[in-house]
Each structure stands twice: as C-alpha cells, then as structure tokens.
C-alpha cells in the first residue's frame, strides 16, 4: 500500500472554464503562485495580456527580484477550447496556460496548466480580501491542488 501511494500521480481538475478574451486582457496582480524557477524570489509581480493586430496576444510580465525589475515578454494564443491558451516565452515551446475559475465581474481568476506543478491566483487589484482569497482557494483544494504549496507574493 505504501508503494503505491509513493508512485500515486496527483489527480487534478484542470477543466478550463470559457471566458471572454476581450474581458480578460489587461492587467492583472499576482496574489500567490506554486514555486518554480522562473519567478523564484520575485515580489511585486503583474501579467499584462493585450491583443495584436494579429489576433496572438502579447504577454507581459514583471516584477522584482532582489531589488531589481525583470521583464519577461511572451505571447498567447488561443485554442478551440474556451479558457485554454497556449502561452509561449521561449521560440515556439507553448505551455498550456488553463482559466480554472473566473469571477464573473473578471476581478480575480484561477489559473492552472496541464500539470499540477503550476498554479497562480491573479487579481485585478494588488490585494483581495481574506474571504475571496479563501473562496479561490478553497476551489483550488477541490481541484485536487496542494495549497499548502501556495506562495503568497508581497505587492
């Protein structure tokens, strides 16, 4: 029995929820996030999301690490899945990029990918109130997400 859950995947609801690109673009604050490389350390950090003539959209992100501003600018493109983008910062490796939950005023959002790894929770504000934080984080834990592994970023 302990064997098995030793080599137990962790199962996730990763469901993408539809949403209306046009209400989505903008800018928006990060409130928490699962650790990993690229955005180790990094405080104060936004995602920036504006359509191109093209159709693709621009990704901008930023924030600071050690005092000092990073900027990384990626781009999106959509899918025929509502609320599932595939988001690219390096040539042309896309990362699926997944809409779990969205508040239908769109002033705060759940984002995951195909792995478990990731998570984010992203509002239009710098801050959310402690009942909303934990409404998107209770609808984390039903998704099959670790929130203990939550970060919460300094803004």
Known sequence: ML????????KIDNEPVAIE?????????EIA????????DM???????????????QVINSGYRDGVYRLAEGKAKTTSTPGLLKVSFFMNFYSDYRVLMIDKDYQYVLVGSNSPKYLWILSRTPHLDEATLQKIIDAAEQKGYDTDNLIYVKQ
């Open 3 to 10: 064997l098995a859950n030793l080599f137990a995947t962790t």
């Open 21 to 29: 690109l046009n209400k989505y673009l903008g800018k928006w604050y």
């Open 33 to 40: 996030r699962f650790d990993h490389s690229f955005e180790r």
């Open 43 to 57: 405080q104060n950090v936004t995602a920036e999301y504006k359509l191109l003539p093209n159709g693709n959209i």
